[in-house]
């Protein structure tokens, strides 16, 4: 166990539609990144945000927003969801912000779009 | 932006033999590089990681060999073990703020 959860684990949802997934980093972490694997995709940086900020972006799409909230704690917002969506996303957090920081993984939440 | 290429997509090796694992990279500005082991169904774990000061470096059985010039960095698993078994993953970070690339992973199989 990383110490960093993620929920909820599976979401089922159709395309259009929007969900949030949320993230609880490690206690002291400052810092967290989102991550999207997908099969064809291999493992795609998508985000990161240290203590409320975001500081680095990867490959978001626009219809992808996050933020993180003064207890830590971030959300990734999808919308307009598409099949090509469905994927296993990843929260990770890290003490600090600064390179080299190991970044400890959450159990990830699989989301299926039909 | 940063482009990782990992090489090979799946390995296959014999209890006790070694597996070796190559990354190259595009972006001369990365200057961390770390190592991740996926098992089935789990979340990434760091193995191992190298800075760009740094040429080479060890953790038991699992080394890891930078080129700065070739930009190319290798994972080097000696006696492996059916509990190697798994996808790793290279990936070059850079600029201050931890931007990562990760490599399109490598699906390593030990037979016992």
């Known amino acids: 166990d990383s110490g960093v959860t993620q929920t909820p684990k599976h979401l089922i949802t159709a395309t259009g539609q929007r969900v949030t997934l949320r993230c609880s980093p490690r206690?002291?972490?400052?810092?967290v990144y989102w991550y999207q694997q997908s099969l064809d995709q291999g493992l795609q940086f998508l985000i990161q945000?240290?203590?409320?900020?975001?500081?680095a972006k990867g490959n978001i799409l626009e219809r992808f927003s996050a933020q993180q909230f003064p207890d830590l704690h971030s959300e990734l917002n999808l919308s307009s969801l598409e099949l090509g969506d469905s994927a296993l996303y990843f929260c990770?957090?890290?003490?600090?912000?600064?390179?080299?920081?190991?970044?400890?993984f959450g159990p990830g939440t699989r989301l299926t779009v039909l | 932006g940063e482009n990782v290429e990992q090489h090979p997509s799946t390995l296959s090796v014999q209890e006790g033999d070694s597996a070796v694992i190559k990354c190259t990279y595009s972006?001369?500005?990365?200057?961390?590089f770390p190592w991740y082991k996926q098992e089935l169904g789990k979340r990434p774990q760091l193995i191992i990681d190298?800075?760009?000061?740094?040429g080479e470096k060890k953790d038991q059985r699992i080394a890891v060999t930078l080129n700065k010039t070739a930009k190319h960095f290798s994972l080097h698993i000696t006696e492996t073990q059916p509990e190697d078994s798994a996808v790793y993953f290279c990936?070059?970070?850079?600029?201050?703020?931890?931007?990562?690339?990760f490599g399109t992973g490598t699906k390593l199989q030990v037979i016992p």
């Open positions: 990770a957090s890290s003490v600090e912000q600064s390179l080299g920081n190991e970044q400890f």
């Open positions: 206690s002291g972490d400052l810092s």
């Open positions: 945000y240290y203590n409320g900020e975001e500081r």
């Open positions: 972006d001369s500005a990365s200057n961390y």
């Open positions: 190298i800075r760009s000061n740094v």
């Open positions: 990936a070059a970070v850079s600029g201050g703020y931890q931007k990562v690339t």
